[in-house]
């Protein structure tokens, strides 16, 4: 079992940048996956990227040389760094995970545990 808390979501003026933290519980976190998910206003949940335990982390096209998923497993967590926020980026964001390393890891049905949450808004 892991428990996921996301932190730092804020409300910001666009161009801002915002890192969120996803602290998980649990010795073995290393050994998953991790994804971050946003929902915005009125929309469904959007895949925004994500971190395996090897290799480089996979993005959106929308937050490509944006966003930065990177991990400190000595501290069990997973960062997502936005920089140059945009006023589309409002929404949700959760963090997800998962043991499983193979297949894409794109959608919320790959990931067993998630998160509660945390707000981000961007003004304009």
């Known amino acids: 079992q892991v428990q996921l808390v996301e932190s730092g979501g804020r409300l910001v003026q666009a161009g801002d940048s915002l890192r969120l933290s996803c602290a998980a519980s649990?010795?073995?976190?290393?050994?998953?996956?991790v994804g971050w998910f946003r929902q915005p206003p009125g929309k469904g949940q959007e895949y925004v990227g994500s971190i395996r335990n090897y290799g480089e982390p996979n993005y959106t096209d929308s937050v490509k040389g944006r966003f930065t998923i990177s991990r400190d497993n000595a501290k069990n967590t997973v960062f997502l760094r936005m920089n140059n926020l945009k006023p589309e980026d409002t929404a949700v964001y959760y963090c997800?995970?998962?043991?499983?390393?193979?297949?894409?890891?794109?959608?919320?049905?790959?990931?067993?545990?998630w998160g509660q949450g945390t707000q981000v808004t961007v003004s304009s």
């Open positions: 997800a995970a998962t043991r499983r390393q193979s297949g894409q890891l794109l959608t919320g049905n790959d990931y067993d545990y």
């Open positions: 649990g010795r073995t976190f290393s050994y998953y996956a």
